[in-house]
């Protein structure tokens, strides 16, 4: 009995030995697809970040990119040699990257001399939907990959079951309990270790693509910041010349027409201070602060969210601290802080009736102000309140999930919190502090 249990034993330890190595073999495959998919991204980011700016340090990153992505696919090929269907749908990526690529590369050579070519390149690359399909050739081998593993620890379970069983009724004869509970916990630990693989290969996997996206995301906000600032330039001076142009008007609307000239070129700089002001939080993570009334913060927020309320009535009310007026903050920032959680109160309460909104401030105890913007509206799903300000986290169709981000991001940066949480009666409440300029 003693011989039959350790030979059962001694199986079962070279089933979990195969398990480990199937884990290993599969977290190996994932880290070199998103190895890929993330050098695909940066070759993208790069071309495009080359083509809008011509700075030589986009093309480095696509250059750099671009030399990675043979050598990880060749990596790839070299573990997925034994399965057939995985050499099948590599091929088909690999191909479609060599496809695009080659617009890449094409593009990136005509961007000085013929501009023109390369957008139309561009475009047939949109039509094409190389990128898209490249994600899919990687997403179907993941699944695959998975889906083996999966397959392989079903039949591990059930042998090992098995021969678990044996070796239990065997060591219960032989009144050898001691060795069934040293193969116990060799078990649980294995399989621990196998869940704690896993899980990290899933975090990482997910911290990639966050990393990339923002990484695109603030490229572009950088570029497009530079662009949009001098039309927004030119509107307000074209309204100011307007203005001087009616200055000596005697038509009974010309005071009306002045007035709406000098609110839309106010509007205009305000576009482009908030514009310059995303250029530089994003290029260096800095604010302004300066010392500002937090009425006139709200004030300005209101009256932009509520343009879109119009035709829908909302109850506003603002109680704000009066003995905490001011604050220290980066004001254009915090006009788009509340003018995100203002909209979002409202797009929250569209179907409501009536609608409520509530502002209001109190001072806390260590020089902060807190600010709470409240609403009646069906309030947020309890599964989606520990990500509701994770990047790309939205429950908007339309959405892109980077409001309450940015929120966080803007709160954080002058040295407070926020939080979301039910309102007593139906709704939510958003609380954020920022730092108090009043004396205690």
């Given at each position: 009995m003693l011989v039959v249990a350790t030979v059962a034993l001694a199986y079962s330890l070279m089933q979990i030995r195969d398990n480990s190595s199937w884990v290993r073999h599969t977290n190996d495959v994932l880290r070199l697809i998103a190895g890929i998919e993330r050098a695909v991204l940066q070759a993208?980011?790069?071309?495009?970040?080359?083509?809008?700016?011509?700075?030589?340090?986009?093309?480095?990153?696509?250059?750099?990119?671009?030399s990675a992505l043979p050598h990880a696919i060749d990596d790839l090929a070299k573990i997925v040699g034994d399965s057939a269907e995985q050499q099948q749908n590599l091929a088909a990526v690999r191909s479609s990257i060599e496809m695009r690529l080659a617009q890449l590369q094409r593009v990136v050579e005509l961007a000085q001399d013929d501009p023109q070519t390369s957008l139309d390149i561009l475009e047939q690359a949109r039509v094409d939907l190389l990128t898209q399909r490249i994600e899919r050739g990687l997403s179907t081998m993941t699944k695959y990959e998975q889906a083996v593993l999966k397959e392989r620890q079903r039949n591990f379970e059930r042998s090992n079951f098995a021969a678990a069983a044996v070796a239990t009724c065997l060591v219960i004869l032989a009144l050898a309990s001691g060795c069934v509970g040293a193969f116990l916990i060799e078990r649980q630990r294995t399989m621990a270790r196998q869940q704690a693989s896993d899980q990290r290969l899933r975090e990482l996997q997910a911290e990639l693509l966050h990393v990339a996206r923002l990484g695109t995301m603030g490229e572009m906000s950088a570029a497009l910041a530079h662009e949009l600032n001098q039309p927004l330039a030119a509107i307000a001076n074209y309204l100011k010349g307007s203005r001087r142009l009616l200055q000596d008007s005697t038509d009974k609307s010309a005071e009306r027409i002045r007035t709406a000239l000098d609110k839309a070129a106010e509007q205009a700089l305000r576009a482009g201070e908030v514009i310059q002001r995303l250029r530089q939080f994003v290029s260096r993570g800095e604010t302004e602060k300066t010392n500002e009334r937090l009425d006139r913060i709200v004030d300005d927020a209101l009256a932009l969210a509520l343009v879109v309320a119009k035709d829908r009535a909302v109850e506003v009310s603002v109680n704000l601290d009066p003995t905490a007026e001011r604050v220290l903050v980066d004001k254009v920032q915090i006009q788009q802080l509340l003018l995100n959680l203002i909209r979002n109160a409202l797009e929250a309460m569209e179907h409501?009736?009536?609608?409520?909104?509530e502002i209001s401030s109190r001072r806390g105890e260590d020089g902060m102000l807190e600010v709470v913007v409240a609403d009646n509206g069906p309030g947020i799903d309890p599964q989606l309140a520990d990500k509701l300000f994770l990047p790309f986290m939205t429950t908007k169709t339309s959405g892109m999930g980077v409001g309450l981000s940015l929120c966080r991001t803007i709160v954080t940066a002058h040295g407070g919190d926020i939080q979301a949480?039910?309102?007593?009666?139906?709704?939510?409440?958003?609380?954020?502090?920022?730092?108090?300029?009043?004396?205690?």
């Open positions: 993208e980011s790069g071309e495009r970040g080359y083509l809008l700016t011509r700075v030589g340090e986009y093309r480095a990153a696509y250059e750099t990119a671009k409501q009736e009536p609608r409520e909104l949480e039910p309102r007593p009666g139906g709704g939510t409440v958003f609380r954020f502090t920022i730092p108090s300029a009043d004396p205690l």
